[in-house]
């Protein structure tokens, strides 16, 4: 079973709304959490990162939300633009070494 | 600042030949790089870390020696695919990250990826 766990697998929303992206993870002991942003084609690029004391953050219309207790992280979109349509990435990496573990993205298509 | 690049950004090459993909730390230099791979709607699936100057570890079903790296310097790594078949037929990405950065987070910064079409 994957160790990070995302919902919705996809989802299509018009511009200029919000929608939020749900992720839930099993990592433990936590270290941090990071979403990232991934273009068709393209590499992940990082939105935010998160410890086990924060629990949001904000990067431009990106707001991220951290629930230590119950494994829970959520990326809120506000406003959404064309160029928001990609696959969001949330990414939990375990204290003590370098290894990542990985969802498989929530796949958001904005439509006009 | 954190800029990875990776060159080819695609290729298209006949089965049983080697492709070679360079991964560029540009801006920083890399203790450690990694290389993964990603199917169309699934995770990346780490294949191999590499510590410069010293053998990549594989991860479990990884075969090291058709996927060959080398990590020959603090600024580049590289992925040599031997004798590709279809099957290889992927996007593989690589990152790379130092210690010293992002505020001690150890964070991955990430390359664009390479396409490879194996025909």
């Known amino acids: 079973k994957n160790q990070v766990e995302q919902s919705p697998q996809s989802l299509i929303i018009l511009e200029g709304k919000n929608c939020t992206l749900q992720?839930?993870?099993?990592?433990?002991?936590?270290?941090?959490l990071r979403w990232y942003k991934q273009d068709t084609g393209r590499g992940p690029v990082s939105l935010t990162i998160m410890t086990f004391s924060e629990n949001t953050k904000s990067n431009g219309r990106y707001t991220a939300t951290l629930d230590a207790d119950t494994k829970q992280s959520s990326l809120h979109i506000t406003a959404s633009q064309l160029s928001d349509s990609a696959s969001y990435i949330c990414v939990v990496s375990a204290r003590g070494n370098n290894r990542l573990a990985f969802g498989k993205g929530n796949q958001v298509v904005v439509i006009p | 600042g954190a800029v990875v690049s990776q060159h080819p950004s695609w290729v298209i090459c006949k089965s049983g030949t080697s492709v070679k993909i360079e991964c560029r730390s540009l801006?920083?230099?890399?203790?450690?790089m990694f290389w993964y791979r990603q199917f169309p709607k699934q995770s990346l699936m780490l294949m191999a870390t590499?510590?410069?100057?010293?053998?990549?570890?594989?991860e479990q079903g990884v075969e090291k020696d058709k996927f060959l790296i080398n990590h020959a310097s603090l600024t580049l790594s590289t992925l040599t695919v031997t004798s590709a078949h279809p099957e290889d037929s992927s996007f593989y990405i690589c990152s790379a990250s130092d210690p010293g950065l992002a505020g001690g987070y150890n964070e991955q910064f990430f390359g664009p990826g390479t396409r490879l079409t194996v025909l």
């Open positions: 590499s510590n410069e100057g010293s053998k990549a570890t594989y």
């Open positions: 992720c839930n993870y099993t990592v433990s002991p936590f270290s941090n």
């Open positions: 801006d920083f230099q890399a203790t450690t």
